[in-house]
């Protein structure tokens, strides 16, 4: 596609369910990158990956987040046991792999826990 | 560290004025500097970027900013605001990763831009 897509656009869970979140990055995109962003706040970086390999996951708040980009492309990033304090905008970025080139983002989806 | 600094969480204008929003970032080494805009349930669109050529750089819907190493800012400017500008502006810093490779991005706390008519 043209952009970054990411779905579900909104997901709502009960606190203790399993949720899983799906980024389709822009075609070939070297780089994907998690955020998240709390309400009223600037987003902050979870974890990045290159091609497949997750090269750096020092953002990721516990180890109920758990995320992985198999074959290159599609990624996911799945919240295991979720607790009230991760209900919150999730973003997916990619870009091309040079430290000078801009990252694009798709609308994120927004997580609420109940 | 590498960190940002966004002074004011809100600013409001009127249509026709001046827009000046402030970014003032830390860094070690020379950075990689970003401003990007979200409108309400979307995504982050990129307005500029500064990547080590000029120090004036211009971007999209009649933006500018002009980095200055020596204040540490970078500042986001546009002449005549419009009603169509109001929405959250993030700046954003980042540096070379993994061997020349993306770094992650570090944003701010946003600035919410109001224009009145």
């Known amino acids: 596609g043209a952009g970054v897509s990411q779905s579900p656009r909104y997901k709502v869970a009960k606190r203790g369910q399993d949720v899983a979140l799906r980024c389709d990055p822009i075609s070939g995109h070297v780089s994907l990158f998690w955020y998240q962003q709390a309400l009223g706040q600037g987003p902050e970086f979870l974890t990045y990956f290159q091609n497949e390999a997750q090269l750096d996951k020092s953002g990721l708040p516990s180890d109920r987040f758990f995320a992985e980009r198999p074959e290159g492309s599609v990624s996911t990033l799945k919240i295991q046991r979720t607790q009230q304090e991760d209900s919150a905008v999730y973003l997916c970025?990619?870009?091309?792999?040079?430290?000078?080139?801009?990252?694009?983002f798709g609308d994120g989806t927004r997580l609420s826990i109940l | 560290a590498q960190s940002v600094t966004q002074l004011g969480s809100h600013v409001s204008v009127s249509e026709g004025a001046l827009v000046l929003l402030r970014c003032n970032y830390s860094?070690?080494?020379?950075?990689?500097l970003f401003w990007y805009v979200q409108y309400p349930n979307q995504g982050l669109q990129l307005l500029l970027k500064y990547t080590s050529a000029a120090t004036l750089v211009k971007g999209i819907n009649g933006f500018e900013a002009e980095f200055k190493k020596s204040e540490t800012s970078f500042h986001l400017t546009k002449p005549s605001a419009h009603m169509s500008d109001a929405a959250e502006y993030f700046c954003a810093v980042s540096d070379e990763g993994y061997g020349g490779s993306q770094g992650n991005l570090i944003f701010g706390k946003g600035t919410k831009l109001s224009v009145k008519p």
């Open positions: 970025a990619s870009s091309h792999d040079r430290a000078d080139q801009p990252q694009h």
């Open positions: 860094s070690s080494v020379p950075p990689y």
